[in-house]
């Protein structure tokens, strides 16, 4: 008979976990319409840098330079930066249910996510993710992005977490699926109930620990 490994550390992803995304497609959408832009030579721009953005190799004036601002527009860069900013809001519950895990069973919460240098300090501070949150590895500190396996293994280097006492809470099927290849017990994150029950399985929720969400 095999023993369930005690859960000692979570890994988050950022947007769709404890925040909502923030500058997916559907944000990006919102911002041609707000600002009146040419949505599909936007998008053709974005998918051409964003990568090197995220990566933290370019500059978030450069990037804005490069997709919006390559042309005399009615609105500034610090308009559009403030609607950026906007589009990022906090799921409460989820953020209310990690910080009570990490100090009823001590665990160590590790974010793992692709994000912009700019958004990215902006949600860590505005959210006050860096409250509870002990290390960040994000796509911009790192050089690496998610699908990138090497991201994993690093988080799990500077969390110094035996991989099967961790467990990894995301919204995309093909990270999850890129997590547990590495033996990394992870949960497809799609609304906060079906998550309580995920995280019960693992022993954080049962009646033996003591947690009621």
Not at 4 to 21: E, P, S
Not at 101 to 116: D, M, P, Q, R
Not at 155 to 181: K, W
Request: aromatic share 12%; proline share 3%; charged share 25%.
């Amino acid at each position: 008979m095999t023993t369930r490994a005690q859960v000692t550390a979570l890994f988050l992803d950022i947007g769709g976990v404890l925040l909502t995304n923030g500058w997916d497609h559907h944000a990006r959408r919102r911002a041609a319409r707000h600002f009146k832009l040419e949505w599909a030579e936007m998008e053709d721009r974005h998918a051409l840098n964003f990568e090197t953005h995220e990566e933290g190799r370019m500059a978030f004036t450069d990037y804005l330079d490069r997709v919006v601002f390559y042309k005399k527009r009615p609105f500034s860069r610090a308009q559009f930066r403030s609607f950026m900013c906007a589009q990022s809001k906090p799921y409460l519950e989820m953020i209310k249910l990690i910080v009570r895990l990490k100090a009823h069973h001590g665990l160590k919460i590790t974010v793992v996510s692709n994000e912009s240098r700019e958004l990215n300090a902006y949600r860590i501070q505005k959210f006050k993710l860096h409250d509870f949150v002990d290390s960040f590895i994000s796509s911009c500190f790192v050089q690496l992005r998610k699908p990138d396996v090497e991201i994993f293994r690093l988080a799990l280097d500077i969390s110094q977490a035996p991989i099967r006492q961790v467990v990894y809470i995301e919204d995309t099927p093909m990270f999850v699926q890129i997590a547990e290849g590495l033996g990394i017990r992870s949960i497809l994150h799609t609304d906060y109930k079906s998550t309580l029950g995920k995280l019960a399985s693992f022993g954080l929720l049962d009646p033996g620990s003591g947690f009621t969400p």
